[in-house]
Protein backbone atom coordinates (compact mmCIF):
# COMPACT_ATOMS: atom_id res chain seq x y z
CA UNK A 1 0.00 0.00 0.00
CA UNK A 2 1.39 3.29 -1.06
CA UNK A 3 1.69 6.03 1.51
CA UNK A 4 -1.62 8.76 1.20
CA UNK A 5 -2.10 10.90 -1.40
CA UNK A 6 -3.47 14.21 0.73
CA UNK A 7 -6.18 15.59 -1.47
CA UNK A 8 -5.79 19.80 -1.05
CA UNK A 9 -7.21 21.07 -3.80
CA UNK A 10 -10.95 21.57 -3.47
CA UNK A 11 -12.30 21.05 -6.87
CA UNK A 12 -10.44 17.62 -7.06
CA UNK A 13 -12.37 17.14 -4.13
CA UNK A 14 -15.48 17.80 -5.21
CA UNK A 15 -15.58 14.86 -7.55
CA UNK A 16 -15.77 12.66 -4.88
CA UNK A 17 -19.04 14.43 -3.91
CA UNK A 18 -21.18 13.05 -6.66
CA UNK A 19 -22.96 9.86 -5.76
CA UNK A 20 -22.77 8.42 -8.98
CA UNK A 21 -19.15 9.47 -9.35
CA UNK A 22 -18.70 7.81 -6.18
CA UNK A 23 -20.34 5.25 -7.05
CA UNK A 24 -18.37 4.59 -10.35
CA UNK A 25 -15.08 4.81 -8.06
CA UNK A 26 -16.45 2.51 -6.00
CA UNK A 27 -16.80 -0.26 -8.73
CA UNK A 28 -13.74 0.26 -10.50
CA UNK A 29 -12.25 -0.50 -6.94
CA UNK A 30 -14.22 -3.80 -6.41
CA UNK A 31 -14.52 -5.03 -10.40
CA UNK A 32 -10.77 -4.21 -11.91
CA UNK A 33 -10.91 -2.26 -14.99
CA UNK A 34 -14.51 -2.16 -16.85
CA UNK A 35 -15.69 -0.29 -19.74
CA UNK A 36 -18.83 2.30 -20.16
CA UNK A 37 -21.50 -0.76 -20.85
CA UNK A 38 -20.33 -3.05 -17.97
CA UNK A 39 -20.80 0.26 -15.38
CA UNK A 40 -24.14 0.90 -17.15
CA UNK A 41 -25.01 -2.86 -16.14
CA UNK A 42 -24.00 -2.32 -12.58
CA UNK A 43 -25.50 1.15 -11.97
CA UNK A 44 -28.39 1.49 -14.62
CA UNK A 45 -27.18 5.20 -15.51
CA UNK A 46 -27.36 5.94 -19.25
CA UNK A 47 -24.11 5.79 -20.87
CA UNK A 48 -23.45 9.25 -21.72
CA UNK A 49 -24.54 10.48 -18.59
CA UNK A 50 -21.73 7.62 -17.13
CA UNK A 51 -18.75 8.53 -19.77
CA UNK A 52 -19.33 12.10 -18.65
CA UNK A 53 -18.72 11.38 -14.83
CA UNK A 54 -15.77 8.96 -15.87
CA UNK A 55 -13.91 11.31 -17.24
CA UNK A 56 -14.52 13.85 -14.57
CA UNK A 57 -13.13 11.61 -12.10
CA UNK A 58 -10.41 11.09 -15.15
CA UNK A 59 -9.62 14.73 -14.68
CA UNK A 60 -9.02 14.75 -11.14
CA UNK A 61 -6.71 11.82 -10.81
CA UNK A 62 -8.90 9.12 -9.53
CA UNK A 63 -9.35 6.99 -12.54
CA UNK A 64 -7.58 6.27 -15.82
CA UNK A 65 -7.78 5.03 -19.66
CA UNK A 66 -6.58 1.48 -19.73
CA UNK A 67 -5.51 1.55 -23.34
CA UNK A 68 -4.20 -1.93 -23.50
CA UNK A 69 -7.72 -3.96 -22.86
CA UNK A 70 -9.19 -2.45 -25.89
CA UNK A 71 -10.11 -5.03 -28.55
CA UNK A 72 -10.79 -1.90 -31.53
CA UNK A 73 -10.17 2.14 -30.91
CA UNK A 74 -14.27 2.35 -30.11
CA UNK A 75 -13.72 0.51 -27.13
CA UNK A 76 -12.94 2.37 -24.07
CA UNK A 77 -11.41 0.57 -20.55
CA UNK A 78 -11.52 2.18 -17.11
CA UNK A 79 -9.67 1.41 -14.03
CA UNK A 80 -9.43 3.22 -10.38
CA UNK A 81 -6.08 4.92 -10.10
CA UNK A 82 -4.48 2.87 -7.36
CA UNK A 83 -3.24 4.23 -3.85
CA UNK A 84 -5.04 5.62 -0.71
CA UNK A 85 -6.54 9.48 -0.51
CA UNK A 86 -7.08 11.16 1.90
CA UNK A 87 -8.02 14.91 2.94
CA UNK A 88 -8.78 17.30 5.95
CA UNK A 89 -11.23 20.18 6.23
CA UNK A 90 -8.70 22.04 7.89
CA UNK A 91 -6.11 21.50 4.80
CA UNK A 92 -7.42 25.55 3.82
CA UNK A 93 -8.44 28.68 5.60
CA UNK A 94 -11.33 29.02 3.10
CA UNK A 95 -14.84 28.61 3.86
CA UNK A 96 -15.90 27.21 0.55
CA UNK A 97 -12.99 24.39 0.87
CA UNK A 98 -13.59 23.27 4.31
CA UNK A 99 -17.51 22.88 3.08
CA UNK A 100 -16.35 20.82 0.01
CA UNK A 101 -13.98 18.89 3.00
CA UNK A 102 -16.49 18.42 5.02
CA UNK A 103 -19.11 17.36 2.68
CA UNK A 104 -17.12 14.84 1.19
CA UNK A 105 -16.67 13.69 4.84
CA UNK A 106 -20.58 12.98 5.54
CA UNK A 107 -21.54 11.57 2.46
CA UNK A 108 -18.11 9.19 2.62
CA UNK A 109 -19.36 8.43 6.63
CA UNK A 110 -22.96 7.95 5.62
CA UNK A 111 -21.75 5.62 2.30
CA UNK A 112 -19.85 3.53 4.91
CA UNK A 113 -22.69 2.50 6.81
CA UNK A 114 -24.77 1.99 3.89
CA UNK A 115 -22.74 -0.17 2.72
CA UNK A 116 -22.65 -2.25 6.29
CA UNK A 117 -26.70 -1.80 6.36
CA UNK A 118 -26.33 -3.89 2.60
CA UNK A 119 -24.43 -6.73 3.84
CA UNK A 120 -25.79 -7.10 7.02
CA UNK A 121 -29.78 -7.93 5.20
CA UNK A 122 -27.39 -9.80 2.06
CA UNK A 123 -25.38 -11.66 4.60
CA UNK A 124 -26.84 -15.16 3.91
CA UNK A 125 -26.28 -14.99 0.08
CA UNK A 126 -22.44 -15.43 1.16
CA UNK A 127 -22.42 -18.36 3.05
CA UNK A 128 -21.36 -19.07 6.79
CA UNK A 129 -17.43 -19.05 5.72
CA UNK A 130 -18.02 -15.45 4.76
CA UNK A 131 -20.52 -14.55 7.66
CA UNK A 132 -18.16 -16.02 10.50
CA UNK A 133 -15.27 -14.55 8.73
CA UNK A 134 -16.37 -11.25 8.58
CA UNK A 135 -16.38 -9.19 11.87
CA UNK A 136 -17.03 -6.38 13.99
CA UNK A 137 -15.58 -4.50 17.22
CA UNK A 138 -15.59 -1.93 18.89
CA UNK A 139 -12.63 -0.32 21.36
CA UNK A 140 -12.64 1.78 24.33
CA UNK A 141 -9.55 3.55 25.43
CA UNK A 142 -7.75 6.32 27.07
CA UNK A 143 -4.92 7.97 24.94
CA UNK A 144 -3.17 11.33 24.34
CA UNK A 145 -2.72 12.37 20.55
CA UNK A 146 0.58 10.52 20.52
CA UNK A 147 -0.61 7.35 21.50
CA UNK A 148 -3.56 7.66 18.99
CA UNK A 149 -1.04 8.17 16.25
CA UNK A 150 0.94 5.42 17.00
CA UNK A 151 -2.12 3.22 16.88
CA UNK A 152 -3.36 4.92 13.84
CA UNK A 153 0.02 3.70 12.28
CA UNK A 154 0.40 0.18 13.46
CA UNK A 155 -3.01 -0.21 12.25
CA UNK A 156 -2.07 1.00 8.81
CA UNK A 157 1.18 -0.85 8.73
CA UNK A 158 -1.23 -4.01 8.90
CA UNK A 159 -3.22 -2.87 6.32
CA UNK A 160 -0.24 -2.14 3.90
CA UNK A 161 0.76 -5.96 4.86
CA UNK A 162 -2.99 -7.70 3.50
CA UNK A 163 -2.56 -5.03 0.77
CA UNK A 164 0.06 -7.09 -0.46
CA UNK A 165 -1.76 -10.02 -0.80
CA UNK A 166 -5.33 -8.73 -1.94
CA UNK A 167 -5.93 -5.10 -1.79
CA UNK A 168 -6.49 -2.99 -4.83
CA UNK A 169 -3.13 -2.34 -4.81
CA UNK A 170 -1.68 -5.92 -5.92
CA UNK A 171 -1.17 -7.64 -9.15
CA UNK A 172 -4.37 -9.86 -8.53
CA UNK A 173 -6.33 -6.77 -8.76
CA UNK A 174 -7.12 -7.32 -13.10
CA UNK A 175 -6.78 -10.70 -13.22
CA UNK A 176 -9.01 -12.00 -10.30
CA UNK A 177 -12.59 -13.78 -10.85
CA UNK A 178 -12.27 -17.26 -10.07
CA UNK A 179 -10.43 -17.22 -6.88
CA UNK A 180 -12.52 -17.88 -4.16
CA UNK A 181 -11.89 -14.40 -3.27
CA UNK A 182 -14.74 -11.63 -2.56
CA UNK A 183 -14.16 -7.77 -3.01
CA UNK A 184 -14.10 -6.97 1.23
CA UNK A 185 -14.73 -3.66 2.31
CA UNK A 186 -12.66 -2.54 5.82
CA UNK A 187 -13.50 0.64 7.57
CA UNK A 188 -12.59 1.98 10.86
CA UNK A 189 -12.91 5.29 12.66
CA UNK A 190 -10.63 6.87 15.57
CA UNK A 191 -11.45 9.36 17.50
CA UNK A 192 -11.51 11.57 20.80
CA UNK A 193 -15.23 11.23 22.62
CA UNK A 194 -16.25 13.08 25.73
CA UNK A 195 -19.08 11.39 27.85
Known amino acids: ?15 LTHPLRRRIFRLLVQLGPATITVLAEHTGADPGQLSFHVRELAKRGFVEEVPELARDRRERWWRAVRGPRGWSSHFSDDPAAQAVADTADQLMVAEEFERLHAYKAAKDSFGPDWIEAAFASDSHFRLNPAELSQLTSELVDVLRRWSDVGGVDSARQDSRRDDGRESVFLFLHAFPERP
Not at 1 to 14: E, N, S
Open 1 to 15: MPDIQWITDPDVLKA
